[in-house]
């Protein structure tokens, strides 16, 4: 069988190589030549762990291009465009533009939506195209989407087309994960209820840490373990941290609060899950300007990562970049060192190594989860420790997320 996918960003490109490895031949599709031309010669436009040896691996099953016309012949076609926020709503114009494009080449395809959409936003575009949608949501994290495309946990397929839907079952069998077979509109909102749930947790367990370090005697690691391991509750997504970032959530959470808003209803638990993330970022400024009040020009922050998390290279609403960005509205002098990501900043020393970046600067913020950070040594800083990821000791210079003191 052969498979379209439109759209070769990260989920795109890791759905059309995942699907390769499961046995079938896939076309890929992007308006971006120069990611198109990186795929077609076995180079990947992201970093995502096992990404490329599996492209490599499959390259005879895989074919990019940045002509719809090589969608004629096939039937199943997934669409995996971005869906961004603009102005506070969700920005449908490239789902629009994908599907309208695969209907002047294949008008009898069935179009199967992975991208993020809101509630009725598949009917809507049934209604208005005529062609077969298939609500398909991902649950794929950045950094093992490769294992959790192979592998979900969940395959939720939403339409009301029982032979589309069959067939899109069949596309996924080989995963082995329990499916879930309902209507456009429950896949859609599984999706936002999902990962507004997660960012919910998130910032749940952060309120947790700011208490833990008011408390002597208190320290958040222990906590979520001691909650974790009541079966009700899980211990995924309770580490304390910096606040969730990236490319879903932040977007994920805005566009469903808006959707309920637009319905008359408050989804008031997801808007204080917000505003907790908001106040990650104050929380280490508050922290950095109590230490160094009056002297901020002087003082240069050494920022330790700023992808939005560990194993990407993406920097998409990275509370390290909000962070890197509060710090220098305020006049801080700013270092920075990523292992991975690149990204141009105005007025920021970016080092090479995470030592030289220390060395550099008087205070240090550990930011994103990088395993090379784990137990550096940093003597006479002040340090800010976001992420758990240096030994606590009891020097009074060294602040620990969600550890008293
Ligand atoms: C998220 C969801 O986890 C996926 O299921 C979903 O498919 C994806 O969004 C999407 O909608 O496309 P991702 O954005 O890759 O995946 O990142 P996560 O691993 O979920 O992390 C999100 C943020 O929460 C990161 O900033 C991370 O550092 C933070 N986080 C996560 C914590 O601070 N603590 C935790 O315990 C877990």
């Known amino acids: 069988m052969k498979i379209g996918v439109v759209g070769l960003g990260y989920i795109g490109s890791v759905t059309s190589v995942a699907l390769a490895e499961a046995g079938y031949e896939v076309v890929g599709i992007d308006i971006d030549e120069s990611k198109v031309k990186l795929l077609s010669a076995g180079e990947t436009p992201i970093y995502e762990p096992g990404l490329k040896e599996m492209l490599v691996k499959n390259a005879k099953k895989l074919r990019f291009s940045i002509d719809y016309n090589e969608l004629k012949d096939i039937n199943y076609i997934f669409v995996i465009v971005p869906t961004p926020n603009k102005d ?53 994290k950045e950094g093992t989407a490769i294992e959790d495309t192979l592998k979900p946990d969940r395959v939720v397929i939403g339409g009301n087309n029982k032979n589309a839907i069959e ?26 209820a999902s990962n507004s749930f997660l960012a919910v947790k998130v910032s749940y367990i952060n309120e947790i840490a700011n208490l833990c370090e008011k408390v002597s005697g208190c320290d958040v690691e222990v906590i979520a373990k001691g909650m974790g391991l009541d079966k009700r509750i899980a211990p995924y997504f309770l580490k304390a941290g910096i606040g969730f970032g990236g490319s879903c959530f932040p977007k994920d959470t ?18 204080s899950a917000v505003s907790v993330n908001r106040s990650r970022i104050s929380r280490i400024v508050n922290l950095l300007e109590d230490k160094f009040n009056g002297k901020e020009t002087m003082t240069r922050i050494g920022v330790l990562g700023l992808a939005f998390k560990a194993n990407t290279d993406d920097t998409r609403e990275s509370q390290s970049i909000k962070l890197i960005n509060k710090l220098l509205s305020i006049g801080f002098k700013v270092n920075a060192y990523d292992p991975i990501a690149k990204v141009k900043l105005e007025n920021i ?57």
């Open 88 to 140: 506070g709503k969700i920005y449908l114009k490239y789902v629009e533009d994908a599907i309208e494009k695969i209907k002047q080449i294949n008008k009898n395809a069935v179009v199967i939506i992975k991208s993020t959409v809101l509630p009725g936003t598949a009917s809507n575009l049934m209604a208005t195209t005529g062609m077969t949608i298939i609500s398909n949501p991902e649950f794929t």
């Open 349 to 405: 020393s970016l080092f090479s190594s995470a030592r030289e970046c220390i060395e550099n600067s008087d205070a240090i913020v550990v930011a994103t989860e990088w395993p090379e950070f784990k137990n550096l040594e940093i003597k006479g800083k002040f340090v800010i420790d976001m992420r758990r990821m240096l030994s606590l000791n009891n020097d009074s210079n060294l602040k620990v997320v969600g550890h008293y003191g």
């Open 254 to 271: 805005a566009a469903f609060i808006s959707f309920a808003k637009d319905l008359n209803e408050d989804l008031s638990i997801i808007e």
């Open 167 to 192: 067939e899109v079952k069949k596309i996924w069998e080989f995963t082995g994960s329990p499916i879930i077979e309902t209507t456009n509109e429950n896949a859609e909102m599984i999706k936002y």
